[in-house]
């Protein structure tokens, strides 16, 4: 009825075609585990190894002597950029407080212009000697 029958058996199909693609995949990876370790005892397997594991080796000490060398770079530029920005805050505070202690001796005072009705202009150091 409706082509039941016939679902269940291509549904069947299909699991005993993925059952035996299965026993397949798994034969094929046990027979590349054994090529790979046949290869690997051999002599020249070992030699490969070898050589692989050496040039390994020398492109891992080159990447991390740059690393080293690139994160040095860094480290030590950060360190010189907040000393920089330190010695600018430092020098603008600097320059702002001798700004505000200078002030200029012959300024008039308000208490000085409360009582000087007589001279509109500050006295100068010669006046102020009288």
Request: proline residues 4%; contains cysteine.
């Given at each position: 009825?409706?082509?039941?029958?016939r679902?269940?058996?291509?549904?069947e199909?299909?699991?005993?075609?993925?059952?035996?693609?299965?026993?397949?995949?798994?034969?094929?990876?046990?027979?590349?585990?054994?090529?790979?370790?046949?290869?690997?005892?051999?002599?020249?397997?070992?030699?490969?190894?070898?050589?692989?594991?050496?040039?390994?080796?020398l492109d891992?000490?080159?990447?991390?002597?740059?690393?080293?060398?690139?994160?040095?770079?860094?480290?030590?530029?950060?360190?010189?950029?907040?000393?920089?920005?330190?010695f600018?805050?430092?020098?603008?505070?600097q320059?702002?407080?001798?700004?505000?202690?200078?002030?200029?001796e012959?300024?008039?005072?308000p208490?000085?212009?409360?009582?000087?009705?007589?001279?509109?202009?500050?006295?100068?150091?010669?006046?102020k000697?009288?």
């Open positions: 009825m409706f082509g039941i029958k679902m269940h058996r291509q549904r199909r299909l699991y005993l075609r993925t059952q035996l693609l299965e026993k397949r995949a798994k034969q094929s990876r046990e027979k590349a585990v054994d090529n790979l370790l046949d290869k690997a005892t051999s002599p020249a397997g070992l030699l490969a190894s070898f050589v692989l594991g050496a040039t390994t080796q891992i000490s080159r990447k991390a002597r740059k690393n080293l060398l690139n994160g040095a770079s860094r480290d030590i530029l950060g360190f010189l950029m907040s000393q920089v920005s330190t600018m805050a430092a020098s603008a505070e320059k702002t407080a001798c700004k505000e202690n200078m002030a200029p012959d300024k008039e005072t208490s000085d212009s409360d009582n000087d009705f007589t001279h509109p202009v500050p006295p100068t150091d010669s006046a000697a009288q």
